[in-house]
């Protein structure tokens, strides 16, 4: 399910009473307000002021249910924290049940709701900021693509491309330490019938991405690569795409491609 079809399946849900805990937590490691695990008290804090709030309303059957819920926030997080990104978004409820958790790699603001419904006005900003995308980095033989939502990387997987066979085929990438290796990117000295094979490869490929795009839902297209590259393959696009960066990242680990591409 893509982010977007679940944000519509979030808005959608109510529990008839309150119930619903909504948790944003800001864990980025490079945030100044983040040194040696302030995330931790922010966390503990933030459950421990609705705790406080439950009580003081005399509802022994809410503050019941909120303890529940929050052992269980508390257990996903402690099983995680040593692959916490830069924030973590939970939505969760008993009745009926609802479960959602979101590891983003975007910036959140720390903030705890218990309500009748999630709470999602940070998470749709985050989403509308980074959305369903594709990113594409073209290169001479080779076409990688990786899908993303939010910053995190959901796919990556490229097609390849014998310019002598004039043949391409899909596969999955990555090398166990995150690193993508191709061969050379340069055309400057192709032959001509190479560079018109290449040519039809893109204009394939363009096709392609159009398809995934529909597929898996991306709201923007980048394309990433040198210059000659990168412009050659957005003229196959019929949508122009929401940025061309002229820059070899073809060989960057997926947070490079990300932090270069999508940053803003």
């Known amino acids: 399910m893509t982010l977007n079809k679940e944000l519509q399946t ?3 849900y109510h529990s008839g009473e309150r119930g619903v805990l909504s948790v944003y937590l800001n864990t980025n ?3 100044p307000d983040q040194l040696n695990g302030a995330w931790e008290i922010h966390l503990k804090n933030g459950l421990k002021d609705l705790d406080k709030y439950l009580t003081d309303s005399k509802n022994e059957n809410e503050l019941k249910l909120f303890k529940e819920i929050k052992k269980k926030v508390l257990k996903e997080i402690d099983d995680n924290k040593d692959d916490l990104r830069k924030g973590v978004v ?3 409820s008993e009745n009926p049940e609802l479960w959602s958790v979101h590891y983003v790699q975007v910036p959140v603001k720390s903030s705890f709701h218990w309500e009748d419904h999630p709470v999602l006005e940070q998470l749709e900003y985050m989403h509308k900021a980074y959305p369903e995308a594709g990113i594409i980095l073209p290169s001479f033989g080779e076409v990688r693509i990786l ?3 939010m910053g995190l990387v959901k796919e990556d997987f490229s097609y390849s491309f014998d310019p002598n066979l004039e043949e391409w085929g899909k596969k999955k990438d990555m090398d166990p330490g995150g690193r993508h290796v191709i061969g050379s990117s340069k055309v400057d000295f192709l032959e001509s019938r190479l560079k018109e094979n290449l040519q039809r490869f893109f204009k394939s490929m363009g096709t392609n991405v159009e398809r995934l795009k529909k597929e898996r839902g991306w709201v923007e ?3 990433a690569g040198e210059t000659e590259l990168a ?3 957005a003229e196959t696009l ?3 795409p929401a940025s061309c960066i002229y820059k070899n990242l ?3 680990k997926p947070s490079e491609v990300i932090n270069q591409v999508l940053e803003k």
């Open 10 to 12: 979030l808005k959608e």
């Open 29 to 31: 490691p490079a945030d």
């Open 90 to 92: 939970i939505f969760a």
């Open 147 to 149: 899908d993303t939502v």
């Open 221 to 223: 297209i980048h394309v």
């Open 231 to 233: 412009i050659a393959f």
């Open 238 to 240: 019929r949508e122009k």
């Open 250 to 252: 073809n060989n960057s």
